[in-house]
């Protein structure tokens, strides 16, 4: 039904195709929740993400949250691998006024320094609808995608400061205490530093994306500790990783490339944090039932990111009334740098699901019919250093990246 709707939607006037397009949209992403608990669960963040659209209203968006705050009297060390975490997150602190080299000139517009390279954003297959941009419109197009990528960065980082914060306060463990609040330090840093670079380097930030504001909603809304821990800390925080690591790799812009350097650092570590707090409690503590809502939420989370980061407020401005958002989505999933972007983002992500036992059996045959169960040998967080992980992202350890990471 939606198909032919949306074949129909091709004949409409632009303008209106513009307001119906998005519905139909929203309600492809519906369509794709299988699991009916977690439909139910993602319904009302669905609904203030996609429908109200809350996060493009207003400057501020007001969420409901409600967890419990657990102190620890006794204050003795209880977890040795997070009090090591911990040791080396101390150790690994910078300042983003200082080791940062801010005065480095960036022009987003300079081919000779690319913030993204050609052969990342290729729009060969919109020119079979007509669509052409000249030598000056590909630049500014890169340069929007750009800015549409590291706004998005910046408003998942305002969303894992919230959500450290929270787990922070909820967690068990001191030890676990500690390293959370290394985390919050962590992730003020990381909205500093790219809300910088937005403001002073590029002079363009985009709303948040409704994929993004629907899943942070969820998040912050929920009063499970480790449901935060796991949409935070395995999901978003994972796949981010991922999603940095490339961007690490593809850019030739010196500045955006060391403030990544620093973030990735970082944010390796906030992985591991979450993998280490994770394992035992959901294979040992979680019951069954409990253990298998958060495997079906986790499956259907990452199918609702795999095929979302598809640059909309973007298209909205250079294409919208050229294409069909159906025609830009097949573009989109077409450019290589997308393409290296799910693989090298579900290859962090998978392996740490098996990582902390939600990988069972049971789901297996589902990440096989979604064409992720291929990347579940890879390295998990406990297995690479924050440190490994980022020389493996160097040019000259392509080959190595290619051996741990796939």
Known sequence: ?????????????????????????????????????????????????????????????????????????DYSSDFPEMREL?????????????????????DPLNPEVPLLPDEFLDLSVAENYGVKLSATESRRFKKDVASWILSQFLHGEQGALYAAAQVTESVEWVDGKLYGATQVMDEGRHVESFHRY?????????????????????????????????????????????????????????????????????????????????????????????????????????????????????????????????????CVNEMPGMREFRQVMFSRLIPNLRQIGLLSERMLEHYDEAGLLKYASGASALEMTEQEFLDALDDDHADELTEQLV
């Open 1 to 73: 039904m939606l198909d032919h709707v949306e074949r129909m939607t091709g004949l409409m006037p632009v303008k209106i195709r513009q307001k119906v397009e998005p519905l139909l949209e929203a309600l492809s992403i519906l369509q794709e929740v299988k699991n009916p608990s977690v439909l139910g669960n993602l319904l009302p963040s669905f609904g203030r993400g996609f429908v109200l659209q809350l996060g493009r209203r207003d400057e501020a968006t007001h969420m409901p949250a409600s967890h419990s705050a657990r102190f620890d009297w």
């Open 86 to 106: 911990y040791r080396r997150a101390k150790q690994n602190q910078w300042d983003s006024e200082v080791d940062v080299d801010w005065s480095v000139d960036v």
């Open 198 to 330: 937005i403001d002073q380097k590029l002079e363009k930030l985009y709303v948040i994306n409704d994929n993004l504001f629907t899943i942070i909603d969820a998040l912050m809304t929920d009063s499970r500790w480790d449901m935060k821990f796991l949409g935070m800390q395995i999901m978003v925080e994972g796949l981010a990783l991922g999603a940095f690591g490339v961007i690490y790799r593809f850019t030739e812009e010196p500045l955006l490339k060391e403030m990544l350097r620093y973030v990735i650092l970082d944010e390796a570590r906030h992985v591991h944090y979450g993998v280490l707090a994770l394992g035992d409690h959901i294979t040992q503590r979680l019951s069954e039932k409990e253990r298998r809502e958060r495997e079906d939420w986790v499956f259907e989370i990452a199918l609702l990111m795999r095929e979302r980061f598809m640059f909309w407020e973007v298209y909205e401005e250079w294409f919208a009334h050229k294409l069909t958002r159906k025609q830009w989505r097949e």
